[in-house]
């Protein structure tokens, strides 16, 4: 039977953790921050997502292609990307990782932050899904997964990274297993997929609340104006749609990313 729901996977930002991170004015270095986001649609609406695509790219006549790279939009483009977005039937998840506090040594293995931070992205997509069944009823009520491929990835290991998450007996893994076909996690350019070119949407939005750009600002409205499509129970968007890691009090936020925070909370 077919799958109920799609996730498409992408981020902004990246794992290295080799300091010094980026400064102000300067060029090079590691981000501050590591943004993965997913944006969920239900399988009956995956046609739908190049139309929703193109509704953005079609809004930017001076565009010479339909690929849509939010990091390449003006600001006055990114905000039609967001608004759009904001309109249609998915929704959106965003685990947020702090680099700076985290001391070296820790993640010392290739991928291993990136595995860390997508665990808690793959537990919240499974409670979305298990939270939407009863409005979903097509298909078998699991997800097929896409990642965004990206340089240095295996995907085949990180099936296995799965594999063994679903074996272990602690109690911090809470994905609700039976939504996710650990077998249809895969990869695909972002070229070739509208879906994905929306998950960036997502997380270049996210990554501009917190990661400082060359003039050390932060930019909150891109996630802000994508509130409504981001998941959460009961108006709690902290602990279900927006995850930040570690705890927001100990990130060191500047007053900028202070107000980011205070959107969601």
């Known amino acids: 039977m077919a799958h109920t729901y799609l996730a498409y996977i992408d981020e902004s930002g990246d794992d290295g953790l080799k300091r010094p991170f980026r400064t102000v004015g300067g060029n090079g270095g590691a981000s501050h921050w590591l943004v993965i986001s997913a ?85 919240r997509i499974s409670w979305l899904c298990r939270d939407h069944r009863p409005h979903a009823p097509e298909g078998d009520g699991r997800i097929s997964i896409t990642f965004s491929r990206r340089g240095g990835m295996q995907y085949d290991a990180f099936r296995r990274y799965l594999g063994r998450l679903k074996e272990t007996s602690e109690d911090d893994v809470r994905i609700h297993w039976p939504v996710i076909d650990i077998d249809a996690v895969k990869a695909r350019d972002h070229s070739t997929s509208a879906s994905l070119q929306l998950a960036d949407v997502v997380a270049s939005s996210f990554a501009s609340a917190f990661e400082p750009d060359r003039y050390g600002n932060c930019e909150p409205r891109y996630s802000q104006i994508l509130k409504p499509i981001t998941y959460n129970r009961n108006r709690n968007y902290l602990s279900y749609g927006v995850k930040i890691v570690p705890t927001p009090n100990d990130c060191g936020l500047n007053p900028q990313q202070q107000v980011s925070l205070a959107m969601w909370e």
């Open 39 to 123: 944006c969920i649609l239900r399988a009956t609406y995956s046609l739908e997502a190049v139309r929703w695509r193109d509704e953005i790219t079609e809004r930017m006549p001076e565009k010479k292609s339909r690929d849509l790279h939010f990091a390449k939009l003006s600001h006055g483009q990114k905000l039609v990307a967001v608004q759009t977005l904001a309109s249609k039937p998915v929704r959106a998840i965003s685990v947020i990782a702090a680099k700076n506090p985290i001391p070296e040594g820790v993640y010392t293995d290739k991928n291993q932050l990136y595995f860390y931070m997508t665990r808690y992205l793959i537990e």
